[in-house]
């Protein structure tokens, strides 16, 4: 998890191949991930709401909702 930055290459890199991203609330992460609805923030070095976040991912299956959400997200950029 990010502590600082700017923004990331791997969370584009992630939604280009559709898959969901749990990334801390620094620099343009939460806006990267709210722009593809491509996965949860949480708040910088509160590793327990880390933790609490990743075991929610896959007790809840949010996986599907978030690849659906970024398929219908990337279809609005594209060259055309």
Not at 23 to 52: C, H, M, Y
């Amino acid at each position: 998890p990010y502590r600082s930055a700017t923004q990331s290459g791997v969370v584009a890199i992630a939604c280009d191949f559709g898959l969901p991203v749990i990334v801390t609330d620094v620099g343009n992460l939460r806006e990267s991930i709210e722009t593809f609805g491509a996965g949860k923030v949480v708040q910088p070095s509160d590793d327990q709401l880390l933790a609490q976040s990743i075991f929610e991912y896959f007790e809840k299956d949010e996986a599907s909702i978030f690849r659906q959400q970024i398929q219908a997200s990337k279809s609005r950029f594209t060259w055309d």
